[in-house]
């Protein structure tokens, strides 16, 4: 079985400040690793996907995260945050074989001015 | 182009009450989810359907939930017999093949209170 831990529920942070959102997940197999971000009254939007290849993946809006196979870990970053970041951020896993999409309990980022 | 579109966007019902939503997902899409979102959780998976196929149903918490998709396209979320605890966002995803790399598009939702 597959599992998604996002370590923060809510992250506050000064607009212009450096973020991270940790995501860890458990798999016996391997995975996708997918974030998503959910704008207020919004669905979901994909940031960003890693796949294979480069661990450093690049999505939209300035997003980036790191595939780290042996910590678990998928971690997403940005270097320097905009009121408009404020959303819940979810971490996602999918088997390489499958098509169900295991996601976390989300993260509310909060940007402050 | 248009995405993936819900119906009603709020849906308020008495217990006991039967409901349907509704997903229009993208055109040529041939992957269709339904997830459940609840307050402070993440999202639940539900069902998947892809093409001709039958539907993975392994996610339906009840047989009091239903669902299916007509001409492979619109899909319908039933429940029956409403419980307060099915109040949740209901979200419907689709992708082009539902392949693993696929990536999924979803609807703004459907917010269900169940008084």
């Known amino acids: 079985a597959q599992s998604v831990t996002q370590l923060d529920s809510q992250v506050p942070v000064f607009e212009e400040a450096p973020v991270e959102l940790r995501c860890n997940y458990s798999?016996?197999?391997?995975?996708?690793l997918f974030w998503y971000v959910q704008y207020p009254n919004q669905g979901l939007q994909l940031l960003l996907k890693?796949?294979?290849?480069?661990?450093l993946v690049k999505g939209i809006n300035g997003f980036e995260a790191e595939f780290n196979k042996s910590q678990t870990s998928f971690h997403l970053r940005k270097p320097s945050v905009h009121i408009s970041d404020t959303a819940e951020y979810f971490c996602?896993?999918?088997?390489?074989?499958?098509?169900?999409?295991?996601f976390g309990a989300g993260t509310r980022l909060f940007v402050k001015a | 182009g248009a995405g993936v579109s819900q119906s009603p966007s709020n849906k308020v019902t008495e217990k006991g009450k039967d409901v349907e939503l509704r997903c229009d997902p993208i055109?040529?899409?041939?992957?269709l989810y339904w997830y459940r979102q609840s307050l402070g959780q993440g999202l639940e998976f539900l069902i998947y359907?892809?093409?001709?196929?039958?539907?993975?149903k392994s996610g339906l918490p009840s047989d009091r939930f239903s669902a299916e998709r007509t001409g492979g396209s619109v899909s319908t979320l039933t429940i029956q017999r409403t419980q307060q605890e099915d109040s949740a966002v209901y979200l419907c995803?689709?992708?082009?093949?539902?392949?693993?790399?696929?990536?999924?598009?979803f609807g703004p939702g459907t917010r269900l209170t169940v008084l």
């Open positions: 995803a689709s992708s082009s093949t539902g392949g693993s790399t696929d990536t999924q598009y």
């Open positions: 798999s016996s197999v391997s995975v996708y």
């Open positions: 890693y796949l294979s290849g480069s661990t």
């Open positions: 996602a896993v999918r088997n390489t074989g499958g098509f169900k999409t295991i």
């Open positions: 055109s040529g899409h041939t992957a």
């Open positions: 359907f892809q093409g001709n196929s039958a539907p993975d």
